[in-house]
């Protein structure tokens, strides 16, 4: 039953989308984190584990394939085509079964937040090749953070800590709004470029 809505789901937004989704497989998700994508709506992404466009502004979410939606609010960028959407926010999920966010850039900043279950390590590069890692949580006193900023153009990936929950749950807003146009996968390459960290590059891949 879970498959069916979700597939269902699936077919107005990932239909339009330019990029295939990962293989994910959510009937072999534990009965807890199967019914909170379940209440969620949540479907697979591209970039590993699930999510849901909730906001796009101006226009109705998971309605234009991910591609800016030129009937909603826009602002000009310097992107080609120009018009993007002022705001994109989606549910995000990681799960034990899928763990990891894997590498990928989007031209927009993007803001993460926590909002609920276990935390969330995630790695950025920067353009010079520097790497930050944050973890993103409730766990203040041990240098977690509940809303982490990662700036445009910066490489990401992230992976669910083990804990009680086995799944975190995170919100994200892009500014100006996600289209997947702006967004680039990791491959191979990503080594080529930052050789000194093959390591933690490959771990993402």
Not at 55 to 76: I, K
Not at 155 to 162: G, H, P, T, V, Y
């Amino acid at each position: 039953m879970l498959v069916q809505i979700i597939l269902s789901l699936c077919v107005g937004f990932l239909t339009a989308s330019p990029i295939a989704v990962r293989d994910v497989g959510t009937e072999t998700e534990p009965p807890r984190v199967a019914k909170l994508v379940d209440h969620l709506q949540l479907v697979p992404h591209i970039e590993g584990g699930y999510f849901r466009e909730t906001y796009r502004s101006g226009s109705r979410p998971m309605s234009s394939g991910g591609l800016t939606d030129l009937s909603g609010t826009l602002l000009q960028t310097d992107n080609d085509p120009s018009e993007r959407n002022i705001l994109t926010s989606i549910y995000y999920l990681l799960t034990r079964r899928q763990p990891i966010n894997h590498w990928h850039k989007n031209k927009s900043d993007i803001v993460r937040y926590y909002q609920g279950g276990d935390s969330m390590e995630l790695f950025m590069i920067d353009p010079n090749g520097e790497l930050y890692t944050v973890t993103l949580g409730l766990g203040t006193w041990k240098g977690e953070v509940p809303q982490v900023v990662v700036p445009g153009g910066f490489w990401e990936a992230s992976e669910l800590k083990r804990g009680r929950s086995g799944w975190v749950l995170q919100g994200e807003a892009v500014a100006p709004g996600f289209d997947y146009r702006d967004m680039e996968l990791g491959s191979e390459e990503l080594i080529n470029q930052f050789p000194h960290l093959e390591e933690v590059i490959r771990r993402f891949l």
